[in-house]
């Protein structure tokens, strides 16, 4: 049985709540290409997982949550807040774009677009 892409997104989205990169992996193709605003891409479900186990580390807490989201066949674009918090910081609301392509029922493209200066800025307080 198969789930609607707007489904799949928000599932996707809900999973970086538990911290674990594992969980994220079914929603990845083998092949996904993941590009963060003014990052290098990172190619491959495997390499994917890996930067997230690293991030998950980093931050105490994570909270993402769709504020709206628009799905048009294989293609969701998602305004959110990634809510993401230091170790002895507040959660910091960064506005993020993030588009998700799909193919077969995983995300085969996700580019994620927010202002890094921003962020950190955010993030330090």
Avoid: C
């Avoid at 789930?3 to 989205?13: Q, S, V």
């Avoid at 998950?56 to 799905?71: D, G, P």
């Amino acid at each position: 049985m198969s789930t609607d892409n707007d489904t799949l997104a928000r599932r996707f989205l809900a999973a970086f709540d538990t911290k674990n990169a594992d969980e994220l992996a079914a929603y990845l193709h083998p092949d996904v290409v993941f590009l963060n605003y003014g990052d290098d891409e990172v190619h491959g479900r495997e390499a994917v997982v890996r930067l997230w186990k690293g991030v998950f580390t980093n931050f105490e807490q994570v909270r993402f949550e769709v504020v709206h989201q628009a799905v048009n066949g294989e293609v969701v674009i998602a305004e959110q807040i990634h809510g993401l918090a230091l170790p002895g910081r507040p959660l910091a609301p960064v506005r993020n774009m993030a588009v998700y392509e799909f193919q077969d029922g995983q995300i085969i493209a996700w580019r994620d677009y927010t202002n890094p200066d921003h962020a950190r800025k955010l993030l330090a307080g």
